[in-house]
């Protein structure tokens, strides 16, 4: 079996090491080695080329040229990124008038039934090519199949911007007949999948299956660095009394409960530190309850633009993870917490409950002084804390990211 491992955004903005980046690059990983160690597969990861077809992906790193770029640095990278994208979509339209669909080559051997085309990455903003593209596939009799993350765009159009939401609302009501496959990162995003299929919102194909899979929660050995650099922020956090929330700085994350329930337990714990590890710029209002507040860079903190092993610092060194979102397909962190034998606090939203079982403190992600009335419970009784990490550490079953890949093969084999 050959699967064509499809990492186009990943691709094409490498400055990006947050949400599905980061499990696009762990995913592939662990499917190469998969492929070393297996003589019936064979993977390759590709990006779509905006034009017809696609072509190899060489790497997938994070861009160590950007990776200490300023806030404004990254937004100019962000702007020309737009740009370059709104070019090609005009190019790919001209193209896919004045073209005739032409069969996918890759390496000289033609894409057939036999093969896999898995769609991995956040492809709903390429051109109307790629639906021409993937025409062509079908056309092959190749078999398709999507990694679904979650249907939040369509589900809560309120937490995205318009431009957004009806990017990602265009996207699976065009192309979700196109999957074979559907495998979806929590039973939640399987039942919210299957949902908005029977309620019309998406494309329908009779044929389908849609699929539940685990995500990983480890770190790739040899994508961590074994010494933090000396100019790393993270280091200002070693011994810090901190509370890690991470993940991009976007509306439906909640980060205005996360700030209300320190707002109130604050002046008990005057050594605690909030430490926001992820991108801003999604949301101005959302940016500015961290950036206006008056203990910014005092007591709260964002920081941006860190690799694998920055992150896994954070996590070692925090008190416990903080998941306040309204909703969530999945929640990464929590799980990720968990493995490292952190206690969390998560909000119900979503498949949270589903992913981290009773090892988690919850609370109703509108009402924050649950929040801050579970955090007080963490915290302010060290015997308890003691207690929850130990039985996190000692029953807490994490998934391996080798796993995860795993069960992606064995249910595109089915």
């Keep these: 079996m050959r699967i064509f491992l499809d990492c186009t955004h990943t691709a094409l903005h490498p400055y990006k090491n947050t949400g599905i980046h ?33 072509r190899p992906v060489q790497s997938l790193a994070v861009s160590e040229e950007v990776k200490r770029q300023s806030f404004f640095a990254y937004w100019l990278r962000k702007v020309s990124a737009k740009l370059a994208k709104i070019f090609k979509k005009l190019f790919g339209k001209l193209v896919s008038r004045l073209s005739k669909p ?22 709903w903003d390429l051109p109307d090519t790629y639906y021409s593209f993937l025409s062509q596939l079908k056309a092959q009799k190749v078999n398709i199949a999507l990694v679904c993350y979650d249907l939040i765009p369509i ?11 009806d990017q990602f609302s265009r996207f699976m009501a065009q192309y979700a007949h196109l999957f074979d496959k559907v495998l979806c ?11 908005a299929r029977d309620r019309g919102i998406l494309s329908y194909n009779p044929n389908q299956t849609v699929l539940p ?45 996360t700030v209300a329930a320190f707002n109130q337990i604050e002046s008990a714990y005057p050594d605690l530190e909030v430490v926001f590890a ?27 633009g860190l690799d694998d092993a920055e992150i896994d610092f954070l996590y070692q060194h925090c008190l416990c993870l903080v998941q306040a979102s309204f909703y969530e397909g ?28 009773d090892f988690c403190l919850y609370f109703d992600p509108h009402n924050p002084p649950e929040l801050a009335e579970q955090l007080g419970l963490l915290l302010g009784s060290p015997s308890f804390y003691d207690a929850l990490v130990k039985r996190i550490q000692t029953e807490y079953k994490p998934v391996s990211w080798r796993e995860s890949a795993q069960q992606v093969i064995d249910l595109l084999r089915q």
């Excluded at 080695?33 to 077809?53: C, G, H, N, P, R």
């Excluded at 589900?155 to 939401?165: D, G, Q, Y």
């Excluded at 929590?186 to 299957?194: A, G, K, N, W, Y």
Aim: hydrophobic residues 40%.
């Design 22 to 54: 980061r499990l696009v690059r762990r995913f592939s990983a662990e499917l190469g080695e998969l492929t070393i160690q297996s003589q019936t597969l064979a993977t390759y990861l590709v990006m779509f080329d905006s034009v017809a077809t696609m």
């Design 155 to 165: 589900k809560f159009p309120e937490f995205c911007s318009n431009a957004f939401s």
């Design 102 to 123: 032409r069969p996918v080559i890759f390496k000289n051997h033609l894409i057939n039934s036999d093969d896999w085309y898995l769609i991995i990455d956040a492809n």
């Design 185 to 195: 990162i929590s039973q939640r995003t399987v039942d919210d999948f299957l949902e």
């Design 213 to 257: 899979f685990n995500l990983g929660s480890d770190f790739t050995p040899q994508r961590l660095s074994p010494i933090i650099a000396e100019d790393s922020p993270v280091n200002h956090f070693r011994d810090r009394q901190y509370i890690l929330v991470l993940g991009s700085l976007s509306p439906h994350k909640n980060i205005k409960a």
């Design 330 to 357: 999945y929640g990464l962190p929590v799980v990720e917490a968990l493995s490292r034998g952190k206690p969390v606090v998560a909000s119900q939203g979503g498949s949270l409950p589903e992913v981290g079982g």
């Design 278 to 304: 992820g991108n801003r710029g999604w949301h101005p209002e959302t940016d500015g309850l961290i950036t206006k507040h008056p203990l910014y860079e005092r007591r709260l903190h964002i920081l941006s």
